[in-house]
């Protein structure tokens, strides 16, 4: 049985930095791209951030864009998610998810795995 398992989530003040984590089980996503969703109240789910499966392509969210830093060790079958200077819109279910290919991509139709998710609070 697959499973991916997020970590890391919480509550911190604005400005504040957390490091989520995401580890998956029953099957190796080495070859396959990893991705960062999020789902705040009353909103939908948007990307978040992309990595490629050998980890040297990346996209984020331009809301994301040099507060966010996505990695993986595919010795761990794990990708994280480095969260500098967060901001209060930044509160939301983060969600990570495996896709059955290498390269990283925005859609979240493209991945097939997904996380139950892990909460993020930003006090302003």
């Known amino acids: 049985q697959v499973q991916l398992v997020e970590s890391g989530g919480g509550l911190v003040q604005a400005g504040g930095s957390l490091s989520l984590s995401c580890a998956a089980s029953?099957?190796?996503?080495?070859?396959?791209?990893m991705g960062w969703f999020r789902q705040a109240p009353g909103k939908e789910r948007e990307f978040v951030a992309a990595i490629s499966w050998s980890g040297g392509s990346t996209n984020y969210a331009d809301s994301v864009k040099g507060r966010f830093l996505i990695s993986r060790d595919n010795a761990k079958n794990t990708v994280y998610l480095q969260m500098n200077s967060l901001k209060p819109e930044d509160t939301a279910v983060y969600y990570c998810a495996a896709a059955l290919g290498p390269l990283p991509t925005i859609y979240a139709l493209r991945y097939s795995y997904w996380g139950q998710g892990t909460q993020v609070t930003v006090s302003s």
């Open positions: 029953g099957r190796t996503f080495s070859t396959d791209a």
